[in-house]
């Protein structure tokens, strides 16, 4: 299986973003905005490489960025997110474009569950947690508008589930 070279840097960059996450707890800009800067121009050449229209293909890239950061910006205004995590997923979507991207994104989303549920479970935490997240859903249904107190918010690195995400909508076999 012949891997696309903006598959390629998507997987470097993920794989970047996931050791510098778990190392210092940020994913830097340095990172992020050449991703999502140059992610419509190296779908470009791809395109012109195959035969096909690199406007259309810089076009998809561009729908990619857009696509891609919507939820993730939505999660970062409602503070369950962090902004390298969306600057993460809009690059993704960049050099993935939007349908391989948002099959990374639901991808990472769920391997970062699944990573949490295991850390919770570790730690003997599972059930408290599992607690205080009924509590926080309370708090959407009774339309509760006081902020979230601390001890209710549990801070989780995005960065190596997002590199997950990317490594199995790659190796599925879906290219942008």
């Known amino acids: 299986m012949m891997i696309a070279l903006p598959s390629l840097l998507a997987l470097g960059a993920s794989a970047a973003a996931a050791a510098t996450d778990m190392r210092t707890g940020h994913i830097p800009n340095a ?7 140059a992610g419509p121009l190296v779908c470009a050449i791809e395109a012109h490489r195959r035969g096909a229209s690199p406007l259309h293909a810089a076009g998809i890239s561009v729908l990619g960025i ?18 390298g995590d969306v600057k993460l997923l809009a690059g993704l979507g960049a050099l993935l474009g939007p349908m ?9 989303f769920v391997a970062a569950a699944l990573f949490a ?5 570790f730690r003997g935490q599972l059930f408290a947690v599992l607690g205080r997240s009924a509590r926080l859903a309370m708090r959407v249904v009774s339309k509760e508008t006081e902020p979230v107190p601390d001890e209710l918010m549990t801070v989780m690195r995005f ?18």
């Open 31 to 37: 990172l992020t905005l050449p991703m999502i800067g």
């Open 66 to 83: 857009l696509v891609c950061a919507a939820v993730p910006y939505l999660l970062f205004r409602l503070g369950g997110m962090f902004g």
């Open 100 to 108: 391989v991207g948002l099959e990374a994104e639901l991808d990472a």
């Open 117 to 121: 549920l295991g850390r919770m479970a």
């Open 159 to 176: 960065g190596p589930a997002a590199f997950v995400g990317t490594l199995l909508a790659v190796l599925s076999g879906a290219s942008p």
